[in-house]
């Protein structure tokens, strides 16, 4: 059941042709877009002022719906079932209410979990009492939105999704949490918010999603009362410019909702991260983000044209959305990449795009990893990138074919899959233990995407691809939102998952991903861990000079004293050796906590310095006491 997606060369379905639901899908946003057009046909500019914020299906309490010790949805795990089959729960998903009869066995095999050890969490982490600044309190209560001294609220604004994070919610303590969360819901609340916090010397947190993996939300003790801001009921987008092809948005609006609301209006934003469903545009600015589409659609930098934020010594805003400037260096760019340290984002103005016409999957099969590496860089020299294009290596491959779920008339398909593996193996002479995959997304106009599929199919010819269809392309793409979901099953059996990302030049990335495998090994092996670790790499996210890389890893913990310290250091060597082989610090994820220790390696002790200049300008008494970056 390798080839279980293979398909014997048809053309990709485009994602009208997929599914019912997805043409349901597709045709109501037709429908939506005509009738906005028509309804705006002599506006430049859609207003969006004054009109509910964007909730979608979720409340606006958080703790309602998603995880208080996890990932996503409450209604959404990877249960083991009383007949030992792992199911996914749940109505989200392409997966969900599925079997997945071949999860548990390579799980046991490959990672060594063992399902009769579980390891459950506590029901809900211990937290100290909150610190508490009255006259603060009593001046600032009425004029934001709302003020929380809930327990889990305070919880929830205090952690970001490293596993040093999750296995003290499931397992321990986290050092400290917020005293209080503050939501603000406008602009005004925000400046009010900053300029008391001023007043009474007290720390301001920023929360966005909340998605982060770099302990950016951790804290440290403090003697001030700390506040964790949340900003997701700012969350409108309050005009679309259609002549300049612009969106006002504010920065609490989740990704999700931010497209659905842009599609009704009939543009785009495309800024597609593994998180979009949780993450907030805030935290990408904040962050510096790269999202799943960014060969169509940009990285962040690329999609933000103004930014404004409250910093403890005023607003800032540059004067129009001029589409370029030149007049110094550019405060935009100090702004993102910040992590919370310089003052609360509260709204963007952003690039969009026209909906695209169409959107095909595909994917392409490699004889090894380092042809698909060649691939992926032939690709890159073309500049006919495809929205997506991602390469897994032969171990992520084998990981994704046991999701495969339980299908109706499994004799027949068994044969047909015999048959495509015996295509493989007989006529193309792949050996299995060493295929990769290329999975694709073709997103934009006819034209432009046909050009993409021709050259993507001839670099694929020449490297002796084969082309495998579009099914394969849609489930490698559907995987990604599963990987978090996966992580918190592997925790309740007494497993530490986690993925990390750098970028690096074309020339080093074989090198990069074989050395950091066998670091990861051997770190582990020394500190006692009993079953060899899975490590696997992806490229994605192509550029002319190079590309960036994914590490996943993981390995069970039972019989070791402290598999938080164990795993700490095996991920700081991994990093180690990831700059060793001329890796960056990070591609996406941003700083945080967790890689402060490697930023003077990245930009040196000068650019620390200029850093915490900044900073000092623009928060003088450290008001956003973060403590990320630097």
């Known amino acids: 059941d390798y080839f279980f997606f293979l398909m014997i060369r048809r053309p990709p379905r485009s994602t009208q042709s997929r599914s019912s639901a997805a043409s349901d899908v ?148 986290l050092e400290k949490v917020v005293d209080a969360v503050i939501f603000v819901a406008t602009h005004e609340q925000a400046e009010v918010l900053v300029q008391a916090a001023q007043r009474h010397n007290i720390v301001l947190i920023p929360y966005g999603g909340g998605t982060n993996v770099t302990q950016a939300l951790m804290l440290r003790k403090e003697e001030r009362m700390v506040i964790g801001v949340d900003m997701t009921r700012m969350n409108r987008v309050k005009w679309v410019d259609k002549k300049n092809m612009l969106a006002c948005v504010e920065a609490g609006i989740i990704g999700k909702d931010l497209e659905r609301e842009l599609v009704r209006q009939g543009v785009v934003c495309g800024h597609e991260p593994d998180s979009v469903e949780f993450s907030s545009l805030g935290g990408w600015i904040s962050t510096r983000a790269s999202g799943m589409k960014k060969n169509v659609y940009g990285n962040i930098e690329d999609i933000v044209v103004n930014i404004k934020i409250v910093t403890p010594i005023g607003t800032f805003q540059k004067g129009s959305d001029w589409p370029r400037v030149s007049s110094g260096p550019d405060i935009n760019q100090m702004i993102m990449g910040s992590e919370g340290s310089i003052g609360l984002i509260t709204e963007a103005i952003i690039r969009v795009r026209e909906v695209p016409q169409i959107k095909i999957f595909d994917s392409v099969i490699f004889p090894d990893f380092d042809t698909g590496i060649k691939f992926m860089y032939e690709v890159a020299r073309s500049r006919q990138w495809p929205a997506s294009l991602r390469l897994v290596d032969n171990t992520q491959f084998q990981f994704a074919m046991s999701l495969k779920p339980e299908e109706k008339n499994a004799t027949f398909k068994n044969a047909i899959e015999n048959f495509k593996k015996l295509y493989l193996t007989k006529i193309k002479n792949f050996d299995l233990s060493k295929i990769a995959v290329v999975t694709i997304l073709y997103e934009g106009d006819q034209d432009t995407v046909a050009l993409q599929q021709k050259t993507i199919n001839s670099i694929s010819k020449r490297l002796s691809g084969l082309v495998a269809g579009g099914e394969a392309g849609e489930r490698g793409y559907f995987l990604t939102f599963m990987i978090a979901y996966l992580r918190d099953f592997a925790f309740n059996y007494g497993c530490v998952a986690e993925s990390f990302e750098t970028s690096c030049p074309w020339d080093k990335i074989p090198t990069l991903c074989k050395s950091v495998q066998e670091r990861i090994v051997e770190e582990c092996r020394k500190r006692g861990v009993k079953f060899t670790p899975w490590v696997s790499s992806r490229v994605t996210q192509v550029y002319e000079t190079g590309a960036a890389v994914y590490i996943y890893f993981a390995f069970t913990y039972h019989g070791l004293d402290d598999p938080v310290r164990i795993y700490s250091e095996v991920e700081d060597a991994a990093r180690d050796e990831i700059m060793k082989n001329g890796g960056s610090i990070s591609h996406h994820h941003g700083v945080g906590k967790l890689r402060k220790k490697f930023m003077e390696r990245s930009i040196g002790d000068t650019g620390i310095s200029i850093l915490q200049r900044v900073k000092r300008t623009f928060d003088p008494n450290n008001i956003f006491a973060t403590n990320n970056l630097v």
């Open 26 to 173: 597709y045709k109501r946003q037709f429908m939506e877009r005509l009738a906005i057009i028509n309804t705006h046909l002599s506006q430049n500019k859609v207003s969006q002022e004054g009109k509910e914020g964007n909730q979608d299906e979720k409340s606006k309490n958080k703790l309602e719906w998603f995880k208080h010790n996890g990932w996503g949805f409450k209604d959404t795990e990877f249960l083991l079932e009383s007949d030992g089959i792992l199911k996914l729960t749940g109505k989200r998903y392409m997966y969900s209410e599925m079997k997945l009869p071949k999860l548990r066995e390579w799980a046991e095999k490959n990672i060594g979990i063992d399902a009769n050890k579980p390891t459950p969490a506590q029901a809900e982490m211990p937290v100290d009492p909150p610190t508490i600044n009255q006259i603060f309190v009593d001046e600032i209560k009425n004029q934001v939105d709302e003020l929380s001294f809930d327990n889990l609220v305070r919880i929830m604004h205090s952690h970001g999704h490293s596993m040093q994070e999750l296995f003290a919610l499931r397992h321990g303590k």
